[in-house]
């Protein structure tokens, strides 16, 4: 039997000199495309949320300072607050602004969890108020109080002056790694910024 063997040419080097230039030398059109397909696809991701352990590593327990720590952080919706405590010991109150000054739970309660490790999710722009309704506890500075702001934005800052993109300034330098307390972290202040320089360099190219 008669084999004829044939040499074949790869595909990826059959290109033509045009087809070279444009690759090489790619149009601001194409330039643009790649960079707003870019921008789209970071826009999409969702706002990683924040897992907030009260009191940090004292967890819930009596004797800490939680005014100090709700000063600590920016709570947003979509954010968690983890209470950490020896089930039996301690409970955690969600109550009225009334209940939390008087530390008096016969009334104004709205939720009661007493796990051990229990998970509230922030889900409203709104002030929460909680307690512990172990005998003197609250009494004994075991509340706190935080005020929950709307969820991250997604895209850039909203505060820019400028309208038409004329005399366009460069984007801020990145901002510092945020510094979360055993929570996942949140990269939308990293993708704000990137979206930003990504944004800028798009007008820039296609000036």
């Known amino acids: 039997m008669l084999i004829s063997l044939h040499h074949h040419t790869p595909l990826n080097f059959i290109v033509s000199p045009l087809s070279q230039a444009s690759f090489l030398y790619p149009s601001k059109s194409m330039i643009s495309y790649l960079l707003i397909s870019i921008l789209a696809l970071f826009s999409s991701y969702h706002v990683i949320a924040i897992d907030y352990i009260v009191g940090d590593e004292d967890g819930w327990a009596t004797g800490v300072n939680y005014l100090l720590w709700s000063e600590k952080y920016n709570f947003t919706v979509g954010d968690s607050l983890v209470f950490n405590y020896v089930k039996g010991q301690h409970d955690v109150r969600r109550v009225t602004e009334d209940t939390y000054r008087s530390c008096d739970a016969r009334s104004g309660v709205f939720d009661v969890y007493s796990s051990g490790r229990d998970r509230v999710n922030l889900t409203a722009e709104m002030s929460y108020w909680f307690i512990c309704d172990v005998k ?9 109080g935080i005020s929950v702001g709307a969820a991250r934005a997604e895209g850039g800052s909203g505060n820019s002056s400028n309208t038409n993109g004329a005399g366009l300034s460069p984007p801020p330098p990145p901002p510092p790694l945020p ?17 930003s320089a990504l944004t800028f360099w798009v007008i820039q190219l296609l000036r």
């Not at 506890?137 to 706190?144: A, P």
């Not at 979360?180 to 939308?188: M, Q, S």
């Open 179 to 195: 510094q979360g307390n055993g929570g996942a972290g949140d990269g939308t202040a990293w993708r704000r910024w990137l979206v």
């Open 136 to 144: 003197g506890h609250c009494l004994g500075g075991m509340k706190f």
